[in-house]
């Protein structure tokens, strides 16, 4: 049932942008009609469901600005499989303390174990606690950088990457990195140091990173600012790629020779 007063008030919750108060006004008023309940107890149910509604949006509106692949969580982590993964140094990353320091986070580990998945899960933890993130894989940010320096721009790309509190770049060690790429991955390495957490997965042992960056000097110097403030979480364990096959049937187990036993 609509009235005039009831109209003025939807009007009034439109120009303020109080949009979920609007949609469920007619129903709410109902409800405390009903339930005969106070004018602030009402009050406090209207604006805290809009509080919420709002809160919501702005989750979602950060993961889709964090770009991720894809959507992974820490509870669908299989920590039993790997155990050489701390599951309370996990967990007490999701708290972000991390990042008020401006700490660095790690991966190392051969391909499948579950970098990837982490680095995302704890991007995702970080939307939720309000804080702006990107992801990229390490191939994408270092062709987007090299394309910001031919045009001209790579004060501005720094200075955009820069903003997020918390970039994730994945996969480092997976292709070589010419000179020139290791070049721009110091300086965005160097424009965040202290002032935003980076998080980064890769199949290569820090020793190796010479090699992945074509200079020992600059891998020094990259790791250098990456390592002052750090958590570095060495993974080893089998792929879970790897596992599902086996558990598809795809694959067969491997059978242990009398040399293993």
């Not at 891998?219 to 403030?229: E, F, K, M, N, Q």
Request: with cysteine; charged share 25%.
């Amino acid at each position: 049932m609509s009235t005039p007063q009831l109209e003025r008030l939807r009007e009034h919750c439109h120009q303020l942008r109080l949009y979920q108060v609007e949609n469920e006004l007619t129903a709410r008023l109902e409800q405390a009609a009903k339930k005969e309940i106070s004018y602030a107890e009402f009050l406090d149910e209207l604006l805290s469901l809009e509080v919420g509604s709002k809160a919501q949006k702005h989750h979602q509106m950060r993961i889709a600005m964090a770009r991720f692949p894809f959507q992974k969580t820490l509870e669908s982590f299989d920590f039993k499989f790997q155990p050489s993964i701390d599951p309370k140094q996990i967990r007490e990353l999701t708290t972000g303390r991390y990042m008020e320091s401006g700490d660095n986070v790690l991966f190392l580990g051969p391909p499948g174990v579950g970098k990837s998945h982490l680095a995302v899960a704890l991007g995702m933890k970080a939307c939720e606690h309000g804080v702006r993130t990107l992801f990229s894989s390490a191939t994408a940010l270092i062709a987007m950088l090299g394309k910001a320096l031919a045009e001209g721009r790579l004060e501005e790309r720094l200075k955009i990457l820069s903003q997020p509190q918390l970039l994730i770049i994945d996969e480092i060690g997976y292709l070589p990195i010419d000179r020139q790429g290791a070049n721009l991955f110091f300086q965005l390495v160097s424009r965040r140091y202290e002032r935003g957490s980076i998080i980064i997965t890769s199949n290569q042992s820090l020793g190796a990173w010479g090699e992945v960056f074509g200079d020992p000097v600059i891998a020094s110097a990259i790791l250098d600012r990456l390592l002052h403030h750090s958590i570095t979480i060495n993974i080893k364990g089998e792929s879970f790629r790897l596992k599902e096959k086996l558990k598809a049937g795809l694959l067969k187990p491997k059978l242990e020779s009398p040399a293993d036993a």
